[in-house]
């Protein structure tokens, strides 16, 4: 049996489908993008045109939610392997686009550069239990117009898993799309074997920006996974009450559908967000706050209900540093999500709202991820009889080190992490007393110091950097920082 949480009644679930509805119907949704307007215009969305407005009907909603795939397969750079994102599978991916990187001897943040990126991209790829790469930092050492898509030209270069990304400007889909299939060898073998994920992030409330509706139909024409990322923040762009936030979420995810079924019919999309309660005391958005993860479990529920893969950002820290509340934070993020289901699950490594990357929090979360991967597969019944004979092999005294039984299941029975401390204190004070932010600084540089397996070939690499240079020399890259 595998344990699962829930924390929706199957009446509140059908309640707040039906007032979501109701909002794109009758209150209906913003979508500044001509393209996106059209296509709801044309199957039989009012349009107000002055306001950019579209009053999406409930059966356009019904049929696109027919039309949307259950479950997605994306596949690692080599197009070999497989992940299966859908029904109860999860998978763990660091976040995308933190603006700082942690010093952890200082404790301090600072701009990451390029080799920052690469660091990232390379310890990623060494991880167990990280499943998938993001696009996680954003380089300071290019200019910010080639930002997006240079992340994703490191990403692809030096780790092979599956990839989730995204734009800050329509213009950088094309190289991005270009990119991807250099990788993957043209557009056709792409579309078959999916390698990145992009994020698309409508603005609260019940708005479609230019820019996220642009992705959410390019990549539906390319047949490219949208992930939704809808953002509401209990009490400030969203109601207060958590049900509320649940209620313009929804709409605003179902929004995005529409227009990408509209765009390409059994186009994949991921039923995602990033929500957050907004702390009146300080004006914050708490990532790591228990409602925030209580939203996030409730949505996935949701988007279950209505058939469609699941993301949610959790797993991280609204601490400033890799302390006792990161681990808090993110350890119960990181459970609860897996409890829940929730296909991708975003946000390994990440501190402070977001907007912090720590490449040592990466590896502790890793471990937590591995812990989470043993919950979710439960307690299973190995042997039958279950004990009894293992007693009558022991016989009088003794004890179950001895026998075979022991010897043939440890190892799945139990876990290993890597970073937690289970010695005794002797020898805890022989370790020199390490925290555990110096242990996993210890194991970042272990893994890092490893040759990379499969590095991608020379010539690809070229490829990669001539698409790059291509449309970055107009904003003034003229050559790929070392």
Request: a negative charge.
């Amino acid at each position: 049996m595998r344990p699962k949480i829930k924390l929706l009644s199957d009446n509140l679930v059908e309640k707040i489908l039906d007032e979501a509805l109701t909002i794109l119907e009758e209150i209906g949704v913003m979508v500044e993008n001509r393209e996106g307007i059209k296509l709801l215009e044309d199957s039989g969305a009012r349009i107000d045109k002055a306001s950019q407005r579209a009053f999406i009907p409930r059966n356009l909603v019904e049929e696109s939610l027919k039309l949307a795939p259950s479950e997605i397969k994306v596949f690692d750079r080599k197009g070999e392997k497989s992940f299966l994102v859908g029904e109860d599978n999860v998978h763990f991916d660091p976040g995308s686009a933190a603006l700082y990187i942690l010093d952890i001897e200082r404790n301090e943040q600072r701009k990451p550069v390029t080799s920052d990126l690469l660091s990232f991209s390379r310890l990623t790829d060494k991880l167990e239990n990280i499943h998938f790469q993001s696009t996680g930092l954003v380089s300071s050492d290019v200019p910010e117009e080639v930002a997006d898509f240079y992340r994703l030209f490191i990403s692809l270069q030096y780790c092979r898993k599956p990839i989730v990304t995204g734009i800050f400007k329509v213009e950088s889909l094309e190289p991005m799309i270009e990119m991807l299939k250099v990788i993957r060898g043209g557009r056709d073998a792409l579309r078959q074997k999916p390698l990145a994920i992009f994020d698309a992030c409508p603005s609260p409330p019940l708005k479609w920006s230019n820019l996220t509706t642009q992705s959410v139909i390019e990549c539906a024409r390319e047949g490219i996974p949208s992930e939704f990322v809808s953002m509401p923040l209990s009490g400030a762009t969203a109601p207060v009450t958590l049900a509320g936030t649940l209620v313009q979420h929804t709409a605003e995810n179902l929004a995005g559908l529409v227009i990408s079924q509209l765009a390409k019919p059994g186009a994949p999309v991921i039923y995602g967000g990033s929500p957050a309660i907004f702390d009146m005391r300080y004006g914050t958005t708490p990532m790591g706050a228990i409602e925030t993860m209580m939203i996030n479990c409730a949505y996935s529920q949701i988007g279950k209900k209505l058939g469609l893969p699941t993301h949610a950002y959790m797993g991280l820290s609204d601490s400033k540093c890799v302390d006792a509340q990161a681990g808090l934070e993110s350890g119960i993020g990181i459970i609860l999500s897996a409890l829940a289901g929730i296909n991708v699950v975003s946000g390994a490594g990440m501190l402070d709202f977001e907007n912090c990357q720590s490449l040592e929090k990466l590896v502790v979360d890793n471990d937590i991820c591995g812990m989470a991967y043993r919950l979710i597969s439960g307690i299973v019944e190995r042997e039958d009889p279950i004990a009894i004979s293992l007693f009558y092999e022991l016989g009088d005294g003794g004890n179950f080190l001895k026998i075979s039984h022991t010897k043939k299941w440890y190892r799945l029975e139990h876990t290993f992490p890597a970073l937690i401390e289970r010695n005794s204190y002797e020898q805890w004070k022989l370790s020199d007393k390490k925290e555990i932010w110096r242990r996993a600084k210890e194991r970042k540089e272990k893994l890092l110091s490893l040759e990379d397996e499969e590095p991608l070939p020379q010539e690809i690499k070229k490829e990669l950097e001539k698409i790059v240079l291509s449309y970055g020399k107009k904003f003034g890259l003229e050559s790929i920082p070392e």
